[in-house]
């Protein structure tokens, strides 16, 4: 392969405007199409199966109206009631204007509905839309603020829950994350062009996908979450991928080769562990899959996308732009504080011995049994918390004040109670008659932890049950009425002849986190089979995949532990402006296919600088040294990268959003320096030469992918002549 990394890379140098020309195509398409097809992405979670997804699919057929998407507008005085002239004309009014809007099929009047609160300060209007959530467009959200102009001249509070206005985007926060990553970069590489260079390319696949993503949303539903996904991980992998690449490119450029020559040993040796990093990533994304969840599968294939494409560019556009910048990106900038980064690559070619990642390695390699008693022990620590995880799909209680749905939620707490934030739909099948209805109705009133009970509709057969808990929809007394609901339904059916099945957002949320519970033992098993095949074929040996699979198990453990303790449980709550609440029911299992590939990243580049010299000495525990060594710099910069445009995600104002980029900051942190820095060359200084064991058959049998480059610096011979080193080294 890496040959033919080597050829591809020299091509795409000598013919860089050509390849330009054909990304930047690729560019002006994908924006095309994205405008031309309006799609958009959707905060909706479905999951074909479940017994809330069976009541959607009867109100489609029987009662499409009532299977729409919906947006509770919440009216509010502080002073004296609603009902007051001035407030019943206003609301009235903003009633009228509402039910103009595109899209509409009906808005409840509060009044005729009865839905004031007891001490008459809050009114509920339900605005009814004759489309899926997902399918509202972003024009008619929009008007909703105006249609409600009236009642908030009128001194009314309004807020909205449900399909909303979203708040104004602000300062964005992939910005902070790339602004952090630019400063990484250039002390990486102490130049400005050098550290610029990673950032360019990734933002060129990033903005491919994106508009490719989006294109794609006019066909295919795609969840909110997975474009914030995508984004990360385009955003991340691609500088990452480019930085790999651009310090073996700069080395090899000290090293003297002419710079066509330097970028394809470049491509030949780098290239092959980021050909497996990426590959390891794409994987285990596309693993999704196997859980058999539409919106996760969805998920994973975008994100996919993504990586694949910042693999691509890393590949091609990266040696194109190479063949622009020549000598220039092994040039370092005039500025202060960037003599440690200029000594550190000359210093990686001439005596790696003195590197500070070399020093840190050896200090490993000589406590490595304290240090690999007391890594575990730490990371096994930061795990205790995720024994004590509550899967659920945060609602707008976990959203900051800031947000009108948010806002919503308390005044409807305050004024109604938790429960009609999120009352359950009950469907009633094989009705005759409206008694049959009032009956399931008084049933289910009578049942524990039921505030209210009423029988919203009645037509075609069939009868809407509207059901408020005394507890909020996240509330785990919420879960176990559902749960008991259903295990107990004859009771609420017996005398009626009826049918019952349970459903509405709140009971849609807790059978996604169910089946999302029970499909994670199942995906946990998928990665890591594919993770001790992969990386079996990658090394050739069976102990590094074995390794490398309790490390990654320890930092996805950890990280979820963290994730616990601070979402769930609240630490650190006003640092992240956050509230309490359940962990994202598929969060785990995207934590575990993200971090799986990018921790197969980390040690395919670490372990392969091992090998590399360990085939070259025969020594196992300088390899060890050597090897970790020279890595270091640069996966600590690319880990850091990587961290930082994932921690950027946690100054969002989505609950989501926050988690999630907060979970794979701290993956990934522990991951690289905890496990694949520290851990991993003390256990393998531990075992020596027994790492590299594996049985005569498989050398015979299985084919050689030569990540390290071996076969292409046989096929190229040496380094350049010493007095063209040192003319570089000095540039």
Not at 318 to 323: N, R, S, T
Not at 711 to 724: Q, S
Request: aromatic content about 8%.
């Amino acid at each position: 392969m890496s040959v033919y990394l080597y050829r591809l890379a020299r091509w795409c140098f000598r013919r860089r405007r050509t390849v330009l020309g054909i990304w930047l195509v690729a560019v002006f398409a994908t924006v095309l199409i994205a405008q031309a097809g309006g799609g958009k992405t959707s905060n909706t979670f479905t999951i074909p199966g479940t017994e809330a997804q069976q009541v959607v699919s009867v109100l489609q057929q029987k009662l499409p109206a009532a299977s729409g998407g919906s947006t509770q507008v919440v009216f509010a005085v502080r002073d004296g009631s609603v009902a007051d002239p001035a407030g019943t004309a206003a609301i009235d009014q903003a009633v009228a204007q509402l039910g103009k809007l595109p899209q509409v099929a009906a808005v409840t009047n509060p009044f005729q509905a009865k839905s004031i609160s007891p001490d008459g300060k809050v009114a509920l209007a339900t605005v009814s839309y004759d489309v899926a959530a997902s399918d509202v467009k972003t024009s008619t959200v929009d008007d909703l603020d105006p249609a409600v102009a009236a009642a908030r001249h009128a001194g009314l509070d309004v807020e909205f829950s449900g399909v909303h206005p979203q708040p104004g985007a602000g300062a964005s926060s992939e910005a902070v994350g790339l602004l952090v990553a630019l400063v990484v970069l250039v002390i990486t590489f102490g130049s400005l062009l050098a550290g610029g260079l990673p950032i360019v390319t990734a933002l060129v696949g990033v903005l491919i996908s994106m508009m490719g993503l989006t294109a794609l949303s006019a066909v295919v539903q795609i969840a909110s979450a997975s474009t914030a996904v995508a984004t990360m991980l385009g955003i991340s992998c691609g500088i990452d991928y480019s930085l790999f690449i651009l310090s073996r490119y700069r080395a090899h450029l000290v090293e003297g080769h002419e710079p066509e020559e330097a970028a394809g040993r470049a491509a030949g040796t780098a290239g092959s562990s980021v050909v497996f990093a990426g590959l390891s990533v794409v994987i285990a994304l596309c693993g999704l899959a196997v859980v058999g969840i539409p919106f996760l599968t969805v998920m994973g294939f975008a994100a996919a996308g993504t990586v694949l494409v910042a693999l691509l560019i890393a590949l091609t556009l990266l040696p194109a732009a190479l063949g622009f910048v020549g000598h220039r990106a092994a040039r370092f900038s005039r500025l202060p504080g960037l003599r440690r980064a200029r000594k550190a690559t000359t210093t990686s070619v001439t005596d790696p011995t003195k590197l500070t990642g070399t020093r840190y390695a050896a200090w490993v390699v000589r406590h490595r049994f304290p240090v690999l008693i007391v890594g575990v022990l730490m990371l096994s620590a930061l795990a205790l918390p995720a024994l004590r995880i509550d899967l659920g799909v945060p609602g707008a209680s976990s959203e900051p004040t800031s947000q009108t749905d948010r806002r919503a939620y308390d005044l409807t707490t305050a004024h109604f109670g938790p429960g009609f934030n999120g009352p359950l739909t009950v469907l009633a099948e094989d009705v005759t008659n409206p008694a049959q209805a009032q009956q399931v109705a008084t049933n289910l009133g009578r049942q524990p932890g039921v505030a209210a009970s009423s029988v919203a509709t009645v037509t075609d057969g069939i009868a809407l049950v509207t059901v408020v808990p005394t507890t909020g929809p996240n509330d785990k007394a919420t879960t176990d009425l559902v749960h008991r609901i259903r295990a107990d339904r004859a009771q609420f059916e017996a005398g009626t002849g009826t049918h019952i099945l349970i459903g509405g957002v709140a009971a849609t949320n807790i059978d996604v986190s169910g089946k999302l519970g029970s499909a994670l033992p199942v995906f946990l098993i998928t990665i890591v089979g594919l993770a001790f095949l992969l990386l079996t074929f990658a090394f050739r040996t069976i102990l590094v995949p074995i390794k490398s699979i309790i490390g990654f198990l320890l930092s996805a453990a950890a990280a979820l532990g963290a994730q616990v303790a601070v979402f769930q449980w609240g630490w650190f709550k006003k640092v992240f402006d956050i509230e309490p609440s359940q962990t994202l029911s598929f969060l785990p299992i995207i934590l575990l296919a993200v971090l799986f590939g990018l921790s197969s990243d980390y040690e395919v580049f670490v372990v392969s600088r091992i090998k590399e010299h360990f085939t070259k000495t025969g020594d196992a525990r300088e390899a060890v040294v050597h090897g970790a060594g020279r890595s270091a710099r640069v996966v600590a910069a690319a880990a850091l990268i990587m961290a930082s445009v994932f921690a950027s995600f946690i100054f969002t104002n989505d609950a989501t959003t926050k988690a999630i980029g907060f979970s794979f900051a701290i993956g990934v942190l522990l991951d690289a320096f905890v496990v694949r820095l520290t851990l991993v060359p003390a256990l393998m200084a531990i075992a020596g030469e027994r790492i590299w064991y594996h049985p005569k058959w498989y050398a015979k049998h299985v084919p050689d992918p030569d990540i390290e480059g071996e076969k292409l610096e046989e096929k190229l011979g040496g380094t350049a002549a010493p007095e063209t080193r040192a003319r570089h080294a000095a540039v």
